[in-house]
Nanobody
Framework: QVDLAESGGGSVQAGGSLRLSCAAS?????MAWFRQSPGKEREGVAA????????YYADPVKGRFTISQDNANNTLYLQMNSLKPEDTAMYYC??????????????????????WGQGTQVTVSS
């Protein structure tokens, strides 16, 4: 069992920045950020293979968001810049200890991750 705890959400104006953190109770092979707005499906935002720090991003956030890790402290980050109102959502941290993502490459599919945090709300106003 891996416990995940997100923090860092809040309310900002469009164009602003936020940094999300996710503290994990143990190491994982893959970690990712997902988001979900009311009435919408959960969508992948960014993922990282912790072994090599290789990152993967969804098209809507490329160039604006950066996923990173602190392996020594089992902490995941998401730096979000140039925020837009459409980025408003509950953001979830996810983790998986298996390596199958290296083969199926479904890095931003929610059903590939076993462990989930409770989420942190991000609200961007125009």
């Amino acid at each position: 069992q891996v416990d995940l705890a997100e923090s860092g959400g809040g309310s900002v104006q469009a164009g602003g920045s936020l940094r999300l953190s996710c503290a994990a109770s143990s190491s994982n092979s893959f970690m990712a950020w997902f988001r979900q707005s009311p009435g919408k499906e959960r969508e992948g935002v960014a993922a990282i293979y912790t072994g090599t720090a290789t990152t993967y991003y969804a098209d809507p956030v490329k160039g604006r968001f950066t996923i990173s890790q602190d392996n020594a402290n089992n902490t995941l980050y998401l730096q979000m810049n140039s925020l837009k109102p459409e980025d408003t959502a509950m953001y979830y941290c996810a983790a998986d200890q298996r390596l199958r993502l290296l083969f199926n490459r479904r890095f931003l599919f929610a059903n590939e991750y076993t462990y989930w945090g409770q989420g942190t709300q991000v609200t961007v106003s125009s």
